[in-house]
């Protein structure tokens, strides 16, 4: 396996590792219009509380690694979805107000204010991460040097935004999952009943998406002829969907989390086989696609990061897990009170 390719998986795994972890935090903003109380919604802000900004540094770091191994796809990609990045920007600045100014106040109507800014920033997010994906999948005009030439039409396709839609519905799922770890009582019942819904939405989503992939989007599945063993992938991303609901009805909230967060991370995966070995699909000329080959950095540059990744991802890594180990156990409506 050459530089280039390392880190075109590389760079999977980031964004896989972003999608499963910050995918919950905000679907756990997607969700929080559906509690009853202040009370409710108190205990759902202060189960993701100590997780979701660290989470988000898989994002940064996902950007940071684009820019130094595939800098003409980095400048391509956020000069060319400049307002979508913008959005998301905005989107997760006004999230981070929204949870973290929501404790400030105690006025009743300043807190319906942040409510409802954190989820509409949620669910923003969400939709542009998922409609980036799936704009990436259908290709954007790109000229003979793999610069943007479209507008923001190009990018808003409908199946990009159907992409979306199911990228929001995937977190909104695994929002309601994880949920169900850290509640208790009347509200973890209510919760059940969220994911019940969240799943038949996710798996209508699922099914339309992957429908018309294959039928209107064909150089998506071309690379399984050239790697069958992807198949495999397929097969577990439907086993782990498929366990979501017998995780329901057998009370099984951890394997209901872990079966949530797989078919995210499958998703993720099948992007990236669908994407190999372009980096941002030209269409209509495909021959303007910026790919591994003409888009990496230098042989030394990539061989530096390397070492560099193999230093530092163990300690995102270690730092993820000894947060979540910290912080394990449900949330009662005692601790929402005590503080945020």
């Not at 995210?264 to 303007?288: C, E, R, T």
Request: aromatic fraction near 14%.
């Amino acid at each position: 396996m050459d530089l280039g390719t390392l880190w075109f998986w590389l760079l999977g795994v980031l964004l896989a590792g972003y999608a499963v972890l910050d995918g919950f935090d905000l679907g756990v903003g997607i969700l929080h219009p559906l509690a009853k109380s202040d009370e409710d919604r108190n205990v759902l802000v202060k189960t993701i509380g100590p997780l979701w900004d660290g989470n988000e540094v898989w994002l940064v770091t996902f950007g940071g690694a684009l820019f130094a191994a595939f800098p003409e796809a980095y400048a391509t990609a956020f000069s060319g979805f400049y307002v979508p990045f913008m959005l998301l920007l905005f989107a997760l600045i006004f999230r981070a107000v929204s949870v973290e100014f929501r404790h400030k106040f105690a006025h009743r109507r300043w807190r319906r204010v942040c409510d409802w800014g954190f989820t509409l920033s949620s669910s923003l997010a969400a939709l542009l991460f998922g409609t980036a994906v799936g704009a990436s999948i259908d290709g954007v005009p790109l000229n003979a040097r793999g610069i943007f030439v479209g507008s923001l039409v190009d990018e808003l396709s409908p199946y990009a935004l159907l992409i979306g839609g199911l990228a929001v519905a995937a977190f909104a799922l695994h929002g309601a999952m994880f949920l169900r770890l850290k509640t208790i009582g009347e509200l973890r019942e209510r919760i059940t009943r969220w994911a019940w819904g969240c799943y038949w939405i996710y798996l209508a989503a699922f099914l339309l998406a992957t429908g018309l992939t294959l039928a209107f989007v064909p150089h998506a599945t071309r690379n399984f002829q050239g790697f069958p063993w992807a198949g495999l992938v397929v097969v577990l991303n439907l086993l782990a969907l498929a366990n979501v609901p017998r995780c329901l009805m057998r009370d099984r909230p951890r394997e209901g989390f872990l079966s949530s967060g797989g078919t995210i991370a499958a998703l993720v995966f099948l992007f990236g086989v669908a994407l190999y070995p372009n980096m941002i699909v030209s269409n209509p000329n495909p021959a303007h696609s910026l790919t591994i080959e003409n888009a990496a950095s230098s042989d030394s540059t990539l061989a530096l990061m390397a070492g560099i990744a193999a230093i530092g991802l163990p300690f995102i890594a270690a730092y993820t897990f000894i947060v979540y180990w910290t912080f394990r156990g449900p949330v009662t409506p005692e601790d929402a009170a005590t503080h945020h």
